[in-house]
T-cell receptor, first 114, second 116 residues
Framework: AQSVSQHNHHVILSEAASLELGCNYS??????LFWYVQYPGQHLQLLLKYFSGDPLVKGIKGFEAEFIKSKFSFNLRKPSVQWSDTAEYFCAVNNNNAGNMLTFGGGTRLMVKP | GAGVSQSPRYKVAKRGQDVALRCDPISGHVSLFWYQQALGQGPEFLTYFQNEAQLDKSGLPSDRFFAERPEGSVSTLKIQRTQQEDSAVYLCASSWPSGQGGTEAFFGQGTRLTVV
Protein backbone atom coordinates (compact mmCIF):
# COMPACT_ATOMS: atom_id res chain seq x y z
CA ALA A 1 0.00 0.00 0.00
CA GLN A 2 1.18 3.50 -0.71
CA SER A 3 1.23 6.38 1.76
CA VAL A 4 2.01 10.08 1.63
CA SER A 5 3.53 12.17 4.40
CA GLN A 6 3.43 15.93 4.68
CA HIS A 7 5.73 17.02 7.44
CA ASN A 8 4.40 20.48 8.13
CA HIS A 9 0.83 20.69 9.33
CA HIS A 10 0.75 24.45 9.81
CA VAL A 11 3.00 27.06 8.26
CA ILE A 12 2.85 30.80 8.88
CA LEU A 13 4.81 33.13 6.63
CA SER A 14 4.98 36.82 5.91
CA GLU A 15 4.37 38.06 2.40
CA ALA A 16 7.43 37.80 0.12
CA ALA A 17 8.91 34.96 2.17
CA SER A 18 9.95 31.81 0.37
CA LEU A 19 7.93 28.64 0.76
CA GLU A 20 8.86 24.99 0.75
CA LEU A 21 6.36 22.29 1.75
CA GLY A 22 7.64 18.79 2.17
CA CYS A 23 6.04 15.68 0.72
CA ASN A 24 7.32 12.12 0.88
CA TYR A 25 5.63 9.02 -0.43
CA SER A 26 6.14 5.34 0.02
CA UNK A 27 5.70 3.18 -3.05
CA UNK A 28 8.33 1.27 -4.92
CA UNK A 29 6.91 1.43 -8.42
CA UNK A 30 6.14 4.11 -10.95
CA UNK A 31 4.08 6.94 -9.53
CA UNK A 32 2.29 10.06 -10.65
CA LEU A 33 2.51 12.97 -8.23
CA PHE A 34 0.19 15.89 -7.63
CA TRP A 35 -0.19 18.96 -5.50
CA TYR A 36 -3.73 20.19 -4.90
CA VAL A 37 -4.71 23.43 -3.21
CA GLN A 38 -7.91 24.26 -1.36
CA TYR A 39 -8.61 27.95 -0.86
CA PRO A 40 -11.00 28.84 1.96
CA GLY A 41 -14.54 27.83 1.03
CA GLN A 42 -13.54 26.40 -2.31
CA HIS A 43 -13.01 22.96 -3.83
CA LEU A 44 -9.71 21.18 -4.31
CA GLN A 45 -7.88 22.48 -7.37
CA LEU A 46 -4.86 21.05 -9.14
CA LEU A 47 -1.74 23.13 -8.63
CA LEU A 48 0.71 20.97 -10.58
CA LYS A 49 1.45 17.38 -11.50
CA TYR A 50 4.33 15.13 -12.45
CA PHE A 51 3.91 12.13 -14.74
CA SER A 52 7.30 11.75 -16.42
CA GLY A 53 10.14 13.72 -17.96
CA ASP A 54 11.69 16.80 -16.37
CA PRO A 55 11.53 16.28 -12.59
CA LEU A 56 11.15 20.03 -12.02
CA VAL A 57 7.52 20.84 -12.64
CA LYS A 58 6.08 24.32 -13.02
CA GLY A 59 2.53 24.93 -11.92
CA ILE A 60 0.08 27.77 -11.70
CA LYS A 61 0.58 30.95 -9.67
CA GLY A 62 4.36 30.65 -9.58
CA PHE A 63 4.48 27.31 -7.78
CA GLU A 64 6.93 24.56 -8.70
CA ALA A 65 7.80 21.14 -7.38
CA GLU A 66 10.77 18.85 -7.77
CA PHE A 67 10.49 15.08 -7.99
CA ILE A 68 13.52 13.41 -6.39
CA LYS A 69 13.09 9.71 -6.99
CA SER A 70 15.97 8.65 -4.73
CA LYS A 71 14.38 10.49 -1.82
CA PHE A 72 10.77 9.57 -2.65
CA SER A 73 10.02 13.28 -2.37
CA PHE A 74 7.97 15.86 -4.25
CA ASN A 75 8.41 19.14 -2.38
CA LEU A 76 6.42 22.21 -3.32
CA ARG A 77 8.16 25.58 -3.58
CA LYS A 78 7.40 29.20 -4.27
CA PRO A 79 10.06 31.91 -4.11
CA SER A 80 7.80 34.67 -2.82
CA VAL A 81 4.39 34.02 -1.29
CA GLN A 82 1.42 36.35 -1.38
CA TRP A 83 -1.45 36.81 1.05
CA SER A 84 -3.69 35.16 -1.56
CA ASP A 85 -1.68 31.92 -1.20
CA THR A 86 -3.32 31.35 2.17
CA ALA A 87 -4.88 27.91 1.73
CA GLU A 88 -4.49 24.24 2.52
CA TYR A 89 -2.11 22.27 0.33
CA PHE A 90 -2.34 18.54 -0.31
CA CYS A 91 0.25 16.28 -1.86
CA ALA A 92 -1.14 13.18 -3.60
CA VAL A 93 0.10 10.16 -5.50
CA ASN A 94 -1.31 7.42 -7.68
CA ASN A 95 0.53 4.40 -8.86
CA ASN A 96 -0.10 4.43 -12.59
CA ASN A 97 -2.89 1.91 -12.63
CA ALA A 98 -6.14 2.19 -14.51
CA GLY A 99 -8.03 3.21 -11.41
CA ASN A 100 -6.44 6.64 -10.99
CA MET A 101 -7.42 6.82 -7.34
CA LEU A 102 -5.31 9.19 -5.32
CA THR A 103 -3.61 8.71 -1.98
CA PHE A 104 -3.39 12.05 -0.19
CA GLY A 105 -1.14 13.38 2.51
CA GLY A 106 -2.64 14.97 5.59
CA GLY A 107 -2.36 18.50 4.23
CA THR A 108 -0.45 21.63 5.18
CA ARG A 109 -2.37 24.71 6.22
CA LEU A 110 -0.51 27.82 5.04
CA MET A 111 -1.26 31.24 6.43
CA VAL A 112 0.42 34.23 4.81
CA LYS A 113 0.43 37.39 6.88
CA PRO A 114 0.04 40.62 4.90
CA GLY B 1 -22.45 22.93 -15.36
CA ALA B 2 -18.73 23.41 -15.82
CA GLY B 3 -17.58 21.61 -12.70
CA VAL B 4 -18.41 18.72 -10.40
CA SER B 5 -21.57 19.47 -8.45
CA GLN B 6 -22.44 17.91 -5.12
CA SER B 7 -25.61 18.16 -3.08
CA PRO B 8 -26.50 18.88 -0.42
CA ARG B 9 -23.60 21.07 0.66
CA TYR B 10 -24.42 20.45 4.31
CA LYS B 11 -26.32 17.64 5.96
CA VAL B 12 -27.11 17.12 9.61
CA ALA B 13 -28.34 13.64 10.43
CA LYS B 14 -29.45 12.07 13.66
CA ARG B 15 -27.55 8.94 14.63
CA GLY B 16 -29.20 5.97 13.01
CA GLN B 17 -30.68 7.95 10.13
CA ASP B 18 -29.97 7.03 6.51
CA VAL B 19 -28.49 9.68 4.21
CA ALA B 20 -27.94 9.98 0.46
CA LEU B 21 -25.32 12.25 -1.06
CA ARG B 22 -25.42 13.17 -4.73
CA CYS B 23 -22.65 13.85 -7.21
CA ASP B 24 -23.02 15.30 -10.71
CA PRO B 25 -19.69 14.79 -12.49
CA ILE B 26 -18.38 16.86 -15.37
CA SER B 27 -20.29 15.90 -18.50
CA GLY B 28 -18.56 13.12 -20.40
CA HIS B 29 -16.20 12.13 -17.61
CA VAL B 30 -16.04 8.39 -17.45
CA SER B 31 -14.32 7.97 -14.09
CA LEU B 32 -15.94 8.98 -10.80
CA PHE B 33 -14.48 8.77 -7.32
CA TRP B 34 -15.75 9.25 -3.78
CA TYR B 35 -13.44 10.34 -0.99
CA GLN B 36 -14.01 10.92 2.72
CA GLN B 37 -12.19 13.78 4.45
CA ALA B 38 -12.25 13.83 8.23
CA LEU B 39 -11.55 17.06 10.05
CA GLY B 40 -7.88 18.01 9.85
CA GLN B 41 -6.96 15.15 7.54
CA GLY B 42 -6.45 14.56 3.86
CA PRO B 43 -9.11 12.93 1.68
CA GLU B 44 -9.26 9.13 1.80
CA PHE B 45 -10.44 7.02 -1.11
CA LEU B 46 -13.79 5.28 -0.77
CA THR B 47 -14.83 3.93 -4.14
CA TYR B 48 -14.36 4.28 -7.92
CA PHE B 49 -16.62 3.92 -10.93
CA GLN B 50 -15.84 3.65 -14.58
CA ASN B 51 -19.11 4.46 -16.31
CA GLU B 52 -21.73 2.49 -14.36
CA ALA B 53 -19.32 -0.20 -13.20
CA GLN B 54 -18.03 0.02 -9.66
CA LEU B 55 -14.48 -1.18 -10.17
CA ASP B 56 -13.11 -0.60 -6.68
CA LYS B 57 -14.92 -0.28 -3.38
CA SER B 58 -12.03 -1.23 -1.17
CA GLY B 59 -12.13 2.07 0.73
CA LEU B 60 -15.72 1.83 1.94
CA PRO B 61 -15.39 1.63 5.73
CA SER B 62 -18.31 -0.69 6.40
CA ASP B 63 -21.28 -2.38 4.78
CA ARG B 64 -23.37 0.61 5.83
CA PHE B 65 -21.79 2.52 2.94
CA PHE B 66 -23.13 1.93 -0.54
CA ALA B 67 -22.52 3.79 -3.80
CA GLU B 68 -24.16 3.56 -7.18
CA ARG B 69 -23.96 5.15 -10.60
CA PRO B 70 -26.71 3.37 -12.52
CA GLU B 71 -26.53 5.30 -15.80
CA GLY B 72 -22.87 6.13 -15.77
CA SER B 73 -23.31 9.81 -14.93
CA VAL B 74 -24.84 10.93 -11.61
CA SER B 75 -23.68 8.99 -8.56
CA THR B 76 -25.18 8.58 -5.11
CA LEU B 77 -23.33 7.65 -1.94
CA LYS B 78 -25.67 6.21 0.64
CA ILE B 79 -24.86 5.74 4.30
CA GLN B 80 -27.24 3.63 6.33
CA ARG B 81 -27.72 3.91 10.08
CA THR B 82 -25.30 6.81 10.38
CA GLN B 83 -22.87 6.89 13.28
CA GLN B 84 -20.95 9.81 14.76
CA GLU B 85 -17.72 8.58 13.23
CA ASP B 86 -19.30 9.08 9.79
CA SER B 87 -19.12 12.86 10.31
CA ALA B 88 -16.82 14.15 7.59
CA VAL B 89 -16.74 15.95 4.28
CA TYR B 90 -17.57 13.62 1.40
CA LEU B 91 -15.85 14.60 -1.83
CA CYS B 92 -16.67 13.51 -5.32
CA ALA B 93 -14.21 13.75 -8.20
CA SER B 94 -14.40 12.92 -11.88
CA SER B 95 -11.87 12.49 -14.66
CA TRP B 96 -11.30 11.20 -18.14
CA PRO B 97 -9.83 7.74 -18.10
CA SER B 98 -6.34 7.21 -19.29
CA GLY B 99 -4.38 4.13 -20.06
CA GLN B 100 -2.35 4.83 -16.97
CA GLY B 101 -2.88 6.69 -13.75
CA GLY B 102 -1.69 10.15 -14.67
CA THR B 103 -4.99 11.92 -15.15
CA GLU B 104 -6.17 15.02 -13.33
CA ALA B 105 -9.20 14.55 -11.13
CA PHE B 106 -11.66 17.44 -10.79
CA PHE B 107 -13.25 17.77 -7.36
CA GLY B 108 -16.60 19.02 -6.20
CA GLN B 109 -17.01 21.23 -3.14
CA GLY B 110 -18.09 18.31 -1.02
CA THR B 111 -20.95 17.53 1.31
CA ARG B 112 -20.27 18.17 4.98
CA LEU B 113 -22.08 15.50 6.96
CA THR B 114 -22.57 15.99 10.69
CA VAL B 115 -24.09 13.15 12.67
CA VAL B 116 -25.58 14.20 16.00
Amino acid sequence: AQSVSQHNHHVILSEAASLELGCNYSYGGTVNLFWYVQYPGQHLQLLLKYFSGDPLVKGIKGFEAEFIKSKFSFNLRKPSVQWSDTAEYFCAVNNNNAGNMLTFGGGTRLMVKP
Amino acid sequence: GAGVSQSPRYKVAKRGQDVALRCDPISGHVSLFWYQQALGQGPEFLTYFQNEAQLDKSGLPSDRFFAERPEGSVSTLKIQRTQQEDSAVYLCASSWPSGQGGTEAFFGQGTRLTVV
